[in-house]
């Protein structure tokens, strides 16, 4: 075991001594030419339930009050039902509701339909512009029924 002055400091006094540990592994730097083969993998996660039907759990009932359970009617006459999803969007979508999407936190607006008729409740206030007759359904829950043009 020998002892040398740690190389580039002020102080001689300072030793580093020691036997080297095991060495280093190297790695081989990446082929420019394998990004461009390689297939790009991505993955989209859903909810592994809808949220529209959960599991059997009873809901708290309050004296003289139903459960809160809104109608959602589309411009083209389809009835849905807004109850237990956690946004407007999911609960379009848990009843095959194609409705275009990219952020579902209310930044783009890309989600944007006309609300005709209805009073919904923002989240969170999107970041998006928006029209005053539109909502984004990615960040909105209806607080009465309503009726919304895609």
């Not at 999803?85 to 194609?98: G, I, K």
């Amino acid at each position: 075991m020998s002892a040398s002055p740690l190389p580039g400091s002020a102080n001689e006094d300072f030793n580093l001594s020691g036997e080297p540990e095991t060495p280093a592994l190297e790695l081989e730097p990446l082929q420019a030419d394998r990004s461009a083969t390689a297939p790009l993998q991505t993955e989209l996660f859903l909810p592994a339930d809808n949220p529209e039907q959960p599991e059997t759990t009873p809901q708290i009932e309050f004296d003289g009050m139903a459960p809160p359970r809104l109608a959602v009617q589309l411009g083209d006459g389809q009835q849905l039902y807004f109850q237990h999803a956690r946004t407007l969007l999911e609960s379009l979508e848990a009843q095959q509701v194609d409705v275009h999407y990219q952020c579902r936190e209310g930044y783009c607006g890309s989600c944007r339909v006309q609300l005709l008729e209805g009073q919904v409740h923002y989240l969170e206030e999107p970041m998006a512009w928006i029209n005053a007759d539109e909502i984004l359904p990615c960040c909105c829950i209806p607080r009465s029924d309503i009726k919304i043009k895609l």
